[in-house]
């Protein structure tokens, strides 16, 4: 069946009967079931494979809003990960290129 086709014989009459305006669309049904997956508490990334986004960006971009606890609770584990390191581990904080001073390095020989 076309689009076109189910969108007269099946959305159209079940719009009415439901009492939706006429300007609710098939891609509001998509926009709806995306916010209830979040308010069900679907992480972005399943969010995004679900809807076939090709970047996290764009599902973070269009429903981004309806996480705004979320971001709180990430930032709250990011502190609770760096409070783990008492400073005492220098070598956890350092880049792989970063070991030191080339001078402190013993030649053979």
Do not use: C
């Amino acid at each position: 069946m076309r689009l076109s086709n189910w969108r007269r014989s099946t959305f159209i009459p079940a719009r009415r009967r439901a009492g939706l305006s006429d300007r609710f669309r098939v891609h509001d049904l998509r926009h709806t079931a995306a916010s209830l997956m979040i308010q069900a508490g679907y992480p972005p990334k399943m969010l995004q494979e679900i809807l076939g986004h090709a970047s996290i960006t764009t599902t973070l971009d269009l429903y981004g809003h309806l996480y705004p606890g979320e971001m709180d609770r990430y930032a709250d584990r990011l502190d609770e990960a760096a409070g783990m390191s008492d400073g005492a581990d220098d070598a956890a904080k350092m880049r792989p290129d970063d070991g030191g001073d080339e001078d402190d390095a013993t030649e053979p020989g």
